[in-house]
Antibody, heavy 121, light 110 residues
């Protein structure tokens, strides 16, 4: 059974750096084809894809946020970390991490519960 | 950038009705189109992948079709538990690779 869980601060001040951790179980991020992505959702709004890291450490970022995002993995700890610099109140959102299976093209078949991050002074 | 236009943004239908949601891409995306269901306060759930493939365990009243630029998601007989917001998601495999979600369709019971 695949599970993912996001963790990190619930409140961040503007201009600070946000660090979110996705801790997962039930799969290995060293298996060929597997990936973990981050998606966010501002309150009452649509989903927005942020970043994806593959088993081979290849990374993809949303072009509009690429300069502010860094995604890394720690295979031994079964964790993926997303860092977002210079946050703004518009970054207030629920942040989800999700699993892309080895046989999948680019769909996310298992998701974490999400963590709400508020950016406010 | 590939733009995804999802419509309608909301709809109200009766139990047992056939419900159809469309998603249009600004350019050809082959069949790189997935559909998700999101219930309030929950994470999205994958229903349809590669435009028309039903995810394991998803009821057969859900279906998807289309290729190229025009895609359709259908609930053949709306059930009370189908109340949710539905999102299409496309994958652009040309550099820079990216995923884009549609704006969502909120489905309510009339």
């Amino acid at each position: 059974q695949i599970t993912l869980k996001e963790s990190g601060p619930t409140l961040v001040k503007p201009t600070q750096t946000l660090t979110l951790t996705c801790t997962f179980s039930g799969f290995s991020l060293s298996t060929s084809g597997v990936g973990v992505g981050w998606i966010r959702q501002p309150p009452g709004k649509a989903l927005e894809w942020l970043a994806l890291i593959y088993w081979n450490d290849d990374k993809r970022y949303s072009p509009s946020l690429k300069s502010r995002l860094t995604i890394t993995k720690d295979t031994s700890k079964n964790q993926v970390v997303l860092t977002m610099t210079n946050v703004d109140p518009v970054d207030t959102a629920t942040y989800f991490c999700a699993h892309k299976g080895a046989a999948r093209l680019q769909e996310y078949d298992n998701w974490g519960q999400g963590t709400l991050v508020t950016v406010s002074s | 950038d590939i733009q995804m236009t999802q419509s309608p943004s909301s709809l109200s239908a009766s139990v047992g009705d056939r419900v159809t949601i469309t998603c249009q891409a600004s350019q050809d995306i082959s069949n790189y189109l997935n559909w998700y269901q999101q219930k309030p306060g929950k994470a999205p759930k994958l229903l349809i992948y590669d435009a028309s493939n039903l995810e394991t365990g998803v009821p057969s009243r859900f279906s998807g079709s289309g290729s190229g630029t025009d895609f359709t998601f259908t609930i053949s007989s709306l059930q009370p538990e189908d109340i949710a917001t539905y999102y299409c998601q496309q994958y652009d495999n040309l550099p820079p690779e990216r995923l884009t979600f549609g704006g969502g369709t909120k489905v309510e019971i009339k």
